[in-house]
């Protein structure tokens, strides 16, 4: 059972960056998709970013041209590099491994994803 941890979460002025990481162990990375998904306080979680097992990269429109993902599978690891923050961004931030194997997202919500970490606080700040 893999197991996912974030980290790299903390407080942040407005137009700021941070850099939160999620590194997986005990079990398979490279060939599954990896996501991002961020959850505020009374709101549903919602998708922010994912990146196939070929590297393909996908985005909500909300962090468009200001987020973006990368893997590194040498480390088992997944990074969201946030620029730009904004208030709205502020919300615990979950990294998800895809639910098959060799298999893009396709719905790009919680469905595409199976195994899920236990999420890092980010604060922006106005």
């Known amino acids: 059972q893999v197991q996912l941890a974030e980290s790299g979460g903390g407080l942040v002025q407005a137009g700021g960056s941070l850099r939160v990481s999620c590194a997986a162990s005990?079990?398979?990375?490279?060939?599954?998709?990896m996501g991002w998904f961020r959850q505020a306080p009374g709101k549903e979680r919602e998708f922010v970013a994912a990146v196939s097992w070929s590297r393909r990269t996908y985005y909500a429109d909300s962090v468009k041209g200001r987020f973006t993902i990368s893997r590194d599978n040498a480390k088992n690891t997944v990074y969201l590099q946030m620029n730009n923050l904004k208030p709205e961004d502020t919300a615990v931030y979950y990294c998800?491994?895809?639910?098959?194997?060799?298999?893009?997202?396709?719905?790009?919500?919680?469905?595409?994803?199976?195994?899920w970490g236990q999420g890092t606080q980010v604060t922006v700040s106005s």
């Open positions: 005990g079990g398979a990375f490279s060939t599954y998709a």
């Open positions: 998800a491994r895809g639910r098959l194997v060799y298999r893009d997202p396709v719905a790009l919500d919680e469905g595409d994803f199976s195994s």
